[in-house]
Structure formats: structure tokens, C-alpha cells
């Protein structure tokens, strides 16, 4: 009886995830370096632009004639301009005071690199980086000191880390899906060791329980150690109970058979009528529970050795003619008369124990149910398959219960004061599923019932 295990997920499908979900974190943040470094760059070349710009205004301012003149030049502004028109926007202040430009546009009164100092401002609704700068002029007799604020919109540079977003997105979407088709290579092959090895152990038959030897991977190691060390116990276990059960039935049918003897013994000296039949009673009793308990340790026999089926070739004539051979006498002691018909030579691949233990219990059952003086016959043949039939004229299978009597324990109406334990067809049975073949009763024309056992 197998069990199915506890499902608690998918190992594939949480490497899966774990590796997809890695690579969607790796791509967004990707993203935003890539795009945070653009906007450093952009933000640091248009920087200097206005350092440039500034500077080239800056140089211009003179005094002459005590008055301070600044002749802005055209490169300037020139020097600003950008493919999308970002507007331009100006102050210039002598000693904190007004003089030129937008009045609206701040000056920085704390300069923080040397004598330029950088904003992000708002001037007329638009944003603007700005730059603050001073220069000191010296004249003959006075020293004046010109402030300069020169700003410019960021419609040029938004676009600009627009189009460096959308490229970075583009590039973190390919690098996302080559990061998803890796993830389900790695993962199937990661799992593919994992199929192998149950494939490996599926493939096995019950009987082999040799132990794993091909390489696997370090991290599947302890798992087929474990595994080999499974399969060692189970085989020495497995190993032990054959040995029971082959001890369990010399121990059990040993002394029912020394009482038997005894009791036959005491039978022929016992002359009061009602003392001989409680004696015959009990050689009766004798014989069933020997029967019930040989056909029970060979029932267990059989289901041992039909989970570890070592086949070998055989031929199944010489085998029948074996057996038959060492039940005539038997056979002989009943007055029934035994024979052999079919091809002079059946090979079949199987167990040799259990096709004679499935044969002798069909044989052992028409004795038991064939009147004196009939014949039991025994066809060996390969027609339409390698297959045993043993047919008797005895009472056959009643009709209605023909399909239940290869069950456990299962006796016929008319078994009623016969010995048997319902096994022997179950046995055969058994060896016969065991070999890949069936079982099949049927009734005789003529009388009688006929058993056929193919493998």
C-alpha cells in the first residue's frame, strides 16, 4: 500500500520565483541608477554651460569713468541655447542693488563653491537651475562689487533624461526577460538531476535494491545516501523474513504431523466406536490446520518472492513432469490417475519455486475434488501462450460464485466437507500476476472443472 506525500508547494516554482523575482529587483534598480546617473551627467554639463556663460559675463563688467558698464556678450547667451528654446533669465546687482534683468530672479547671498553657488528655482512658473556669481571690481579710488544671477529653464534636459529613462526601461525590460529565460533553463536543469533520479528509483523493480552508484551533484548527495541506506536495511529486512518464514513453516509442520502420526497410531488401538470417531475427528482437525497453516506460510512465501521475482529459464514440461511425478503416489493412495499431454518443450523466464507451488496447488485441488477412480490431466502447452491447464470430473466450480473463488479465504458451496483453506487458487493467482500472465476457471462440457495458468 503506497501513501501520497504532503504536498507543501513547488520546489521548481519557488526557485522560479526566487530567481524571476531577483531579476525584476535587479532591472528596477538598474533603472534607476542608470537613470539617476544620466540626470548627474545632463545636470553637471549644463552646469558648466552656465559657469561658462556667467563667467563670459562676468569678464565683460568694467568701470570707466566711475560707472559701471557691462557689455554682455553675444556668445553668452548663444552659448545656451538648445533644441528646445529653453528660455533664458538674468540679474545683474552692483553692491545688492538692481541694475539689469529680471528682477524676479533671486541672487544667492552665500556662495558655496568660491564665488558661484547653484539653485533649483521657480521664475515665472517654470523651473530653472540658476547660478549665482561675484566679481569685485577695483577702480581707482572705490571697489564695487557685481552680482550676477543667470538661470535657464530644463525643458532641453527633461527631454533629454526622457529619452535616457525610456532607453533604460527598454534595456531593463530585455535584460528582465533574459534574466526570465535563464531563470527557466537553470531551473530546468537544476531540476532535471532531480528527475533523473526518480525516473532511476521508478524504474526499479521491487526486487532490485542495489544501491544508487552514478554521480549526482554534491547537494543530492545525502538524499541518495539516504537512500541506499533505505534500500540496505529493507534488504537485509526482507532478507530476514524469508528466513522466517522458511523457519515458520519446518516448525509448524513438523509437530502437526508428528501428531498426526500419533494420533493415526492411537487410532488402531482405540476399539470403542464412539472413542474412533472422536480420533478420526481429530486426525481431520489435524490435516486442516496443517493444510491451513502450510498454504498460509506458503501464501506469505509466495508474496515475498512475487515482489522480488528472480526469473531464470526453465522448461515448464520438465517442470510439470517433476511434479507430477512425486504427487502420483498420492494420487495413486485415491485411486486417481495422473497424466501429462501437450508440446515436449515449454521455455518460459520465472521462478521455478513459484510455478511449482501455483501447479501443485492446482493438482492438489482436483484430487481433492475428483471421485475414485477418475483421471486428472495436466496439458503443458504454447498455444496461444505458455499456459497450464489441469482439468478434473470432479462436481466443478458452481456457476454463480466461479468469478469470486481466486479470492482470499473463498470456498465453494459444494467445498462443504472437504479440507482446504480458499488459498490454492488464490496462490495461483498470485505467481500467475507475478509472471505478467492470469488465471482462468472454467467448467467441463462433460463434468468437471478445468484451471488454466498462463505466464
Not at 568660491?114 to 571690481?137: C, D, H, K, P
Not at 526601461?169 to 526577460?177: D, R
Not at 526518480?198 to 524504474?203: C, P, Q
Not at 501443485?360 to 477412480?373: G, Q
Request: with cysteine.
Amino acid at each position: 500500500m503506497t501513501g501520497n506525500p504532503t504536498i507543501a508547494g513547488s520546489l521548481r516554482n519557488r526557485l522560479m520565483v526566487t530567481l524571476i523575482g531577483g531579476a525584476a529587483l535587479l532591472a528596477i534598480l538598474l533603472f534607476f541608477v542608470v537613470r539617476n546617473y544620466a540626470e548627474q551627467v545632463a545636470q553637471q554639463g549644463q552646469d558648466n554651460i552656465l559657469v561658462a556663460s556667467v563667467t563670459s559675463i562676468l569678464d565683460a563688467a568694467a568701470i570707466r569713468d566711475g560707472i559701471v558698464e557691462v557689455d554682455i556678450p553675444y556668445a553668452a547667451f548663444s552659448m545656451l541655447s538648445t533644441s528646445a528654446d529653453d528660455r533664458v533669465f538674468y540679474a545683474i546687482f552692483q553692491d545688492g542693488n538692481f541694475l539689469s534683468g529680471y528682477e524676479e530672479l533671486p541672487f544667492a547671498d552665500d556662495p558655496l563653491n568660491g564665488n558661484r553657488n547653484f539653485q533649483t528655482n521657480e521664475v515665472r512658473g517654470a523651473t530653472v537651475r540658476q547660478i549665482s556669481a561675484t566679481r569685485t571690481l577695483i577702480g581707482a579710488d572705490q571697489r564695487i562689487e557685481i552680482q550676477i544671477a543667470l538661470a535657464q529653464t530644463r525643458d532641453a534636459l527633461s527631454e533629454t533624461l526622457d529619452q535616457i529613462s525610456r532607453n533604460a526601461a527598454i534595456f531593463g525590460v530585455g535584460f528582465f526577460a533574459l534574466a526570465v529565460a535563464l531563470s527557466l533553463w537553470a531551473t530546468s536543469v537544476t531540476m532535471g538531476q532531480l528527475n533523473k533520479l526518480t525516473t532511476s528509483v521508478t524504474r526499479r523493480g521491487p526486487q532490485d535494491l542495489t544501491p544508487f552508484k552514478k554521480a549526482v551533484p554534491r547537494e543530492m548527495a545525502p538524499l541518495v545516501t539516504s537512500l541506499n541506506s533505505l534500500m540496505g536495511r529493507l534488504d537485509q529486512s526482507l532478507k530476514q523474513s524469508e528466513d522466517f518464514i522458511a523457519e515458520a513453516a519446518h516448525r509448524v509442520r513438523t509437530p502437526l504431523a508428528t501428531v498426526r502420526s500419533y494420533a493415526e497410531a492411537t487410532l488402531q488401538r482405540v476399539h470403542k466406536e464412539e472413542n474412533r470417531e472422536a480420533m478420526r475427528s481429530m486426525v481431520r482437525a489435524i490435516d486442516e490446520s496443517s493444510r491451513a497453516a502450510g498454504q498460509l506460510l506458503d501464501h506469505a512465501m509466495i508474496t515475498f518472492r512475487a515482489d522480488h521475482l528472480e526469473r531464470e529459464d526453465i522448461d515448464l514440461v520438465e517442470l510439470v513432469r517433476d511434479l507430477v511425478s512425486r504427487l502420483t503416489p498420492i494420487a495413486e493412495m485415491k485411486d486417481l490417475t495422473l497424466s501429462v499431454h501437450g508440446d515436449t518443450a515449454v521455455p518460459v523466464a520465472g521462478d521455478a519455486i513459484l510455478i511449482q507451488s501455483a501447479v501443485r496447488n492446482l493438482i492438489d485441488n482436483a484430487m481433492k475434488y475428483s471421485p475414485a477412480e477418475s483421471a486428472i490431466e495436466v496439458w503443458v502447452s504454447t498455444a496461444p501462450h505458455s499456459q497450464v491447464i489441469v482439468c478434473d470430473h470432479g462436481p466443478g466450480f458452481p456457476t454463480d460464485e466461479i468469478d469470486k473463488l481466486v479470492g482470499r479465504f473463498k470456498r465453494g458451496q459444494n467445498a462443504e466437507g472437504t479440507i482446504g483453506s480458499g488459498l490454492g487458487l488464490t496462490i495461483a493467482q498470485d505467481v500467475a500476476v507475478a509472471h505478467g500472465g492470469t488465471i482462468e476457471l472454467t467448467n467441463q462440457s462433460e463434468g468437471g472443472a478445468c484451471v488454466s495458468i498462463s505466464f
